[in-house]
């Protein structure tokens, strides 16, 4: 064995200490080592072994293949797997602490707040706009997050202790971390059973419970204190797809969608009873000491009989904690509320109760002996009665056969309805908008399973909206949404449910009439191109204007990137997502419509990923306008939210830049088309915008060449990445295809960002964007263009970090496993010669010798984990190949465990993989 006792530390102060991030760094190589050797020391040997010959970046590859298969041909090669990828976890534990221990958090908002008014802008519409704005985070299950919670709560404590090492108590914190490491090194990295959808609620609940609660609850006190008043809604609304997101997921039931929605009601209210009971201890408040206003007295009076014969004892002395237990016996209520259908006395109905009683405890209350309770109103502003909004998501045909079938029953269609021409469907479906609402239970039975499911799930949604809160579910989500008639399907559902309830002239009331918001969600690049078109034909129906008057005049609209990406690749992909956002914007103004946008965003960069804010402040002007809806994806969601100092960063730098974009997008004149800094506005310059549409439609041809028009491509794709090994992982409860077919355009964009990122090559994000820089023929205007649009220098700098994690030789390796020899020789070529042009021309555009050495730290992160990456990869390609000439069931799937472990070690490493 190699006598290999160095870390991965590198950074030395100039006094000639570690920093303590590299401190961090030696302990925790040290106890797993040390760990490795007190428990398997052939595994500890192994491990070195491997390392050593990395990091040295030994010439010898003969050394690396000799390591390799001493450890595929022993019995300790799950253990040498799971060495390495617990490392990867470490390493970013390590990291994310001081990554975020070294930023500004909160602060971030009040610099946006600041530098807008050293810009010009007066502080009373910078405050209008913070007091109003919300970001909308929607946590989704998607299976790229692929550790089980055993490992998610151990990142969260491991963390903690890393804090204390360099405190009092830091044998204490050490000794916890050993103990936590052991316990993980016992546990199987891979799940042996299917993840349910109950199961992904579970790790979410946690994540939110632990972390993003507290942290979203701080950010809502901070911009109170901003503003210098109580707030009236929560900038953060709170929002998930668990439970609701049935698109090709046949496991989301209604029953299941039922169960989530009782369950996220039941744990905040729970919340809430545990914060009540803190403070009925801590508020002993005596009216011999602070007397109470007629108000206050007032409820208690009323309220009296509802008090037990203990706390009536409190009711004349101890005001606070009678009032207190009252509230608590309010939310109690409500939990025996929801299960029955007979009205309930004494007990809360809507959040705004809840709050109203606690701001009548506040206005009795000094600054100081009030700072929890406000608190608490600001988490019951955040969580009200549903904890998260849930969005329901189902596929366009499922909504399309169903009305097809009820309108058969019906008699208001006489054959299948989804084979019309648009035309006829919007004219039968005007007909039908004009009669009389039916119920929907009195036809249940007359129609097949699959539309029972629809017309079952509109009926529930009602249910839950009367029962639990109106905002427990607000998005009806269409998926591959392609004409006007898809939304006004689902608009007869809703008429019918009682989820719309078209207004009357003489309607004087502030009543919801609209219930729920018809989001389209276009995702192909055609799709994208005919949004326009879409909306403007359904603002010019008579049933759907309607509607949207009921809205208050405003569209919700999903757009999707991982389609997109999928369809055209990644530059066409932005620019066709900055074109349809720039002209929606355009015709809202000239229709009197707000829309409201909503970002199908993923973790990788090729959907959509990369740094949020600067993606906010690169959109197109009047895009925002105070709203910025987004889904949070898979690992995405522990990287950002795990830990509560991510999360309280994440938020902040995200309400940050939503509060600098908002006031320009308010305030701006309309000509604004690009914002990099405070001092450098610029206004829109036709030639270099034509020079993003050549590079958009050369990249597509590109792209398009390789992935649609080579023959042989699917086939490569199946060789030459691990994707039949993802699909048999048990990572998320969805399948990886919409369809049991082999085209690309039924692989759910997940998947096949997934599997091009295990073997490396990562092409969803770079491939075509050489050719399409090359195309431009001029440097200088290239350079120009990076200078000027923050579109193109944030699309740039996203892709040279994801080239950066490009490893080329270790693809290549995975190119051997394609069969067919012309085929891998020919598709291995086109990709090796476009991955050359388009490092050559990123590292042009942004000036640079070597990828990202303008950031420093960021390039020093990635390059960290490589060789831990690159030993996981090494032992994938030997388990494949051992895997392929295995000739029995038994060692088949000992290796097929295998495999997957390498798949959740690399994912560990690569960060963001889908």
Known sequence: MQNDTQTDSKNIQKDGRKTQFDQELDFIYQVMIGMLEELNPEVMEFFLKLRYELINQTKSQEKIKTVLQDITLSDKTLEVIKAFSLYNILLNIIEERHYFDKQATLPAIQKSYDELIKEGFDKQDINKILGQMQFYPVLTAHPTESRR????????????????????????????????????WKSHLVRSEKLEVLFELDNLLYIVESSILKSSRKILDFIEEILQKPLENSPIQLGSWIGGDRDGNPFVTNELMTRVMRTQHELIIKI?????????????????????????????????NQLGPNSLKLYGREPFRAKLYLMEKKLRNRLIAVNTPNNMEFVYTHPKELLEDIDLLIDNLDALSSKYLKEF???????????????????????????????????????????????????????????????????????????????EAFLRIDWAKRHISEEIMKSFIISMTTQASDMLCVLWFAKQSGLWKPSKKTDQ???????????????????????????????????????LRDLKMTQEIMIGYSDSSKDGGIFTSNYSLYQAIFELMKLGENLGIKFILFHGRGGSVSRGGGKLESALLASPPKSVCGVLKTTEQGEVISSRYLNPKSAEFNLANTIGALLRKSTYDSFCS?????????????????????????????????????????????????????????????????????????????????????????????????YGVGSGLESVGDYGKLQSCYKDLEFFKTTIDNISQALLKVDITIAQRYNKFVVDENIRECIWQMIKDEYDKTMEFVLLVRGEKQLLENEAKLRESILLRKPYITALNLLQIELIKKYNTSNYETQQNRIMEQIHSTIVGIAQGMRNTG
């Open 149 to 184: 919670r055993t490992f998610l709560e151990a990142h969260h404590e491991i963390s903690d202790d890393l804090s204390k090492i360099f405190e009092f108590h830091k044998e204490e914190a050490k000794e916890h971390i050993k103990y936590r490491l052991r316990l993980l």
């Open 272 to 304: 809430y009873l545990q914060k009540i009971q803190k403070l009925s201890r801590e508020l002993s408040i005596s009216t011999d000491f602070s007397p109470i206003n007629q108000e206050l007295e007032l409820s208690l009076q009323e309220e009296k």
């Open 377 to 455: 109103r600001n988490l019951v502003l955040l969580g009200g009665f549903h904890l998260m909004r849930l969005d329901f998501r189902e596929h366009r045909d499922m909504f399309l056969n169903a009305i097809s079938e009820v309108f058969c029953l019906l008699g208001v269609s006489d054959s299948d309805f989804g084979v019309f021409r648009e035309e006829k469907k919007i004219q039968i479906l005007n007909i039908a908008l004009e009669k009389p609402r039916i119920e929907l239970n009195t036809i249940i039975d007359k129609v097949s399973k699959n539309t029972q499911d629809i017309l």
């Open 509 to 547: 009331d502030k009543k919801i009439r609209a219930r729920i918001r018809i989001t389209p969600l276009f995702e192909t690049i055609d799709d994208l191109e005919r949004a326009k078109d879409i909306i403007n034909t359904l603002s010019q129906n008579k049933h759907y204007a309607h509607y």
């Open 670 to 766: 309309e000509d604004v088309i690009n914002i990099k800094t405070s001092k450098n506005i610029c206004s829109i310059d036709v030639a270099q915008w034509q020079i993003m549409r050549q590079i958009s439609q050369i990249s597509c041809q590109a792209y398009r060449k390789l992935v649609y028009q080579t023959k042989g491509f699917m086939e490569y794709f199946k060789f030459a990445t691990p994707i039949n090994f993802i699909q048999q992982l048990n990572l998320g409860s969805r399948p990886s295809k919409r369809k049991d077919t082999s085209r690309v355009e039924d692989l759910r964009a997940i998947p096949w960002v997934f599997a091009w990122t295990q073997n490396r090559s990562i092409i969803p994000a770079w």
